[in-house]
């Protein structure tokens, strides 16, 4: 496999630069670890293994456990070790995403069922699954339950993401819980490994616990806008791929709110099947992108970012702590 350079800190305002500094060698030793675990005898499972820890990433989730383990005792091999863990159970889960929503791309390459097919795509998934899992086990009995937890409410988050709420349910909480599964509870886990690996009590733990899942759906609740609100060139994703997959995101769920008169054509459409029409999707976005719904849900993510940030207060000052208030918004603010 031919090494690529580790992607860089994301800017984070409250980072000193000797944190920042700790941070990019963190991420420089999770980064050769995913290299060498993801790395196979048969070239062509190595490839494939390897296609998105090629195309780089934000690496989000395994800066997160570095930065909860600069709240305790530090970064260590252990917490390099889970740190690498989450990231590959992450970029497995990926595999699955893009098979099911048939994307076109995936940071900025072809998704991986468009460059190998979606038998390999689906198979090259389950592997990572099954090497984030070997990581894992080498970290003792408690991380793998946790992991256990973690894939188990991953799974059912995806299961309910391709479902829709019952009458009784409210849209928005049915979506915010299936968010809190399918992308914060990964989260969640980065952040607790990180406190639990550098040598932190359980308190400590379960509010980066807490923290960590609800960054994780202002994470999401951002992709969600970015989906709307940006091109493909931006991103190196398709956009409108939840208008294509009849996902009612946030904002799509605060437009259907709307009793406008003016709002016809834009609830037309997203009542409609859009799934093999592209004029449509790209009408709905241009509509999405005017209406006061997208303002809305962006000024919803923010809150939840706030509540993630708000957590923290417990804890005492350090640079790591003024980091991950400053992270808690930052995940919000590439929204724009």
């Known amino acids: 496999m031919t090494p690529h350079a580790t992607p860089p800190v994301l800017s984070i305002p409250g980072a000193t630069p000797e944190l920042a500094a700790r941070l990019s060698d963190g991420l420089d030793r999770v980064d050769a670890l995913l290299r060498e675990v993801v790395d196979h005898d048969d070239p062509f499972i190595a490839k494939a293994s390897g296609h998105l820890v090629e195309a780089g990433g934000k690496r989000f989730r395994p800066l997160l456990t570095l930065l909860a383990a600069e709240l305790t005792g530090g ?167 939840d208008l294509r997959e009849g996902v009612d995101t946030l904002a799509v769920l605060r437009a259907k709110e709307s009793t406008d008169p003016a709002d016809a054509r834009l609830l037309e459409l997203l009542h409609a099947d859009l799934s093999s029409d592209d004029a449509g999707v790209s009408e709905a976005l241009a509509l999405l992108r005017v209406h006061p719904a997208l303002a809305q849900a962006r000024e919803e993510t923010y809150a939840v970012a706030r509540a993630a940030r708000a957590l923290l207060d417990p804890l005492p000052p350090s640079d790591a702590k003024s980091a991950l208030q400053a992270l808690a918004l930052s995940v919000v603010d590439r929204v724009g």
Not at 220 to 240: N, V, W, Y
């Open 75 to 241: 970064i260590n091999d252990d917490v390099v070790r889970a740190a690498a863990g989450v990231e590959l159970t992450h970029l497995a889960s990926l595999y699955h995403d893009d098979v099911m929503d048939e994307a076109q791309l995936r940071r900025g390459v072809p998704a991986a069922n468009v460059a190998y097919g979606n038998s390999t795509a689906i198979l090259v998934g389950d592997l990572l699954f099954g090497k984030a899992s070997e990581l894992v086990a080498g970290l003792g009995a408690e991380a793998v339950l946790i992991q256990a937890q973690t894939f188990v409410r991953l799974c059912s988050g995806q299961i309910r993401d391709d479902r829709p709420p019952s009458d009784e349910v409210d849209p928005v909480d049915y979506y915010l819980d299936v968010l809190a599964d399918k992308t914060g509870v990964l989260i969640a886990t980065a952040g607790r490994y990180g406190v639990m690996f550098s040598g932190g009590d359980e308190a400590t733990a379960m509010l980066m616990r807490d923290y960590g899942e609800k960054v994780g759906i202002a994470f999401q609740l951002a992709d969600d806008l970015i989906d709307i609100a940006s091109d493909a060139e931006e991103t190196g994703k398709t956009p409108g791929t």
